[in-house]
């Protein structure tokens, strides 16, 4: 009982942090473009987690690891932090924090999609249900309710958005079946990543030193993001009985962010964006129940 109270403790510590997370790229972003945010918080991240593996005394497993162990973490590294992201956070730098926080939620459903291929799972009649469910939520989103016309208010963040739900799925499938340790592989790619990062950076422009509230928010976003709250996830999913009664806890996080977005941002949150965020959370939860 008492671990489990821990469990729960940890849990809502990281919902907590990551709430915030939407609030802090949109703020951010005024201060900085989304190549230099998505560079000084990877700064921020990997000392984070080298930290943490000093502490936890797991950098000794580096040593361990084979060509293949770092290649896989390089391939990975380029998919997250890298791609996902730039698409995430030049999204979020056209869109509205509502609408990219939205649509972000739908990567549970693309990830089902891209099981069926790349995980030879089958599709069931309840799977395209939630499918469909989850799509009219972003129908709603990225057309601010105007649903009949389909005319998007802005299509190429919306893609952007949708695409990075993509690009974490693939990431994902591939994390999935890495049985090294989660925090050393976390470590791992985002050292990779922040090699394309730079090179990325180097090519497209030239690196800047942020203004104060850039950096600070870039520090902020490197700490609770990408480092520290995801060990904070983990050691509750550890503790916990069983992942159910912690996993359930992350849907709280939209919801709580749209409360911060509108109090820390100003944006007036839609009643189009709150139906279209029910309707994909409930597809994701008509999809857990098969």
């Not at 990877?42 to 290649?71: E, M, N, P």
């Not at 739900?165 to 049985?179: A, C, G, Q």
Request: proline content about 3%; cysteine-free; hydrophobic content about 55%.
């Amino acid at each position: 009982m008492k671990n489990q109270k821990l469990a729960y403790t940890y849990a809502l510590i990281a919902v907590l942090f990551w709430s915030t997370v939407a609030s802090a790229f949109k703020i951010t972003l005024h201060y900085m473009d989304f190549l230099h945010l998505l560079f000084y918080a990877s700064v921020v991240s990997i000392i984070a987690l080298f930290l943490i593996l000093s502490f936890q005394k797991k950098i000794t497993l580096l040593k361990g690891f084979s060509r293949k162990d770092y290649l896989h973490s390089a391939i990975l590294g380029f998919l997250n932090p890298f791609l996902y992201y730039v698409l995430l956070f030049k999204a979020y730098s056209i869109l509205p924090a509502q609408e990219a926080l939205s649509l972000n939620y739908l990567w549970p459903i693309v990830l089902s999609l891209l099981s069926i291929p790349l995980m030879k799972q089958k599709i069931r009649p309840i799977h395209i249900l939630a499918i469909f469910v989850s799509f009219i939520g972003v129908l709603i989103i990225a057309t601010q309710g105007n649903i009949l016309s389909l005319r998007f208010t802005n299509p190429f963040g919306v893609l952007l958005a949708l695409s990075s739900t993509v690009v974490w799925s693939l990431f994902w499938i591939f994390n999935i079946k890495d049985r090294r340790d989660e925090v050393v592989k976390l470590f791992l790619n985002f050292s990779f990543g922040f090699i394309f990062i730079l090179f990325y950076l180097v090519l497209s422009s030239r690196l800047t030193i942020p203004l104060l509230p850039g950096l600070l928010g870039a520090i902020y976003i490197g700490l609770l993001e990408m480092g520290i709250t995801f060990v904070l996830w983990l050691k509750a999913l550890r503790l916990s009985r069983t992942t159910v009664k912690i996993s359930n806890l992350i849907y709280l996080s939209p919801f709580l962010s749209l409360i911060l977005i509108h109090f820390i941002v100003k944006e007036r949150i839609l009643f189009s964006t709150i139906l279209g965020l029910i309707l994909i959370i409930t597809g994701i939860l008509i999809q857990k129940r098969t």
